[in-house]
């Protein structure tokens, strides 16, 4: 052969070609028959559940729970007491506001075995058997203090601690001490009026 032709007439660049691509096309001798399978995960143990004794609304609960469950969740999802609400779960809105021995506590960053023995009080008990409305659920429906009404639950158990505590003397202190409720309807001088009645109502009683 010439360095130009093979006696073929092929020349050797087209032949070096189609050998290389004959050769690309053969399958490796040690390539694996199937993809690697990633290792499958181990299912997560259950957590051991704590038996947590809970006194809400002059009841008494016993229940099973994660120790990581919320006094929130404890009381919409185990007890099914629903009047508290569930907003940013954050701590930031309000909306799950309950009181603890009397005083204003967010459901939604206290541990449901850090209330054992504590006395827990919910919307739900505040209207008397006979349907009278406490004074603050009152004075919110005269004073149209609420649209949509997913925060008022809150509203109200944050009002009635504001007043328990003696932080409702005037509007700029009910304002004050009420901003940790969030109202996306913006109805804050109706809440606010709606505080200065029980208020008063409260203290004649």
Known sequence: MSDAKMSSGLSRRMFMTASVSAAAAMPLVNSPTRAAQPAS??????????????????QTYNLALDNRTSLLDALRDHVGLTGTKKGCDHGQCGACTVLIDGKRVL????????????????????ASTDGELHPVQQAFVDHDA???????????????????????????DIREYMSGNLCR??????????????????RRA
């Open 185 to 202: 309807c913006a109805a804050y001088p109706n809440i606010v009026a709606a505080i200065v009645q029980a208020r008063d109502e409260i």
């Open 146 to 172: 609420f649209q949509c009404g997913y925060c008022t639950p809150g509203q109200i158990m944050s009002a009635i601690g504001c007043i328990n505590e003696g932080h409702a003397g005037s509007e700029d």
């Open 107 to 126: 459901s939604c960053l206290s541990f449901a075995v850090m209330n054992q023995g504590r006395e827990i009080t919910t919307v739900e008990a505040l």
């Open 41 to 58: 995960a181990k299912p997560a143990a259950p957590r051991d559940l704590s038996a947590v004794s809970m006194r809400i609304n002059k």
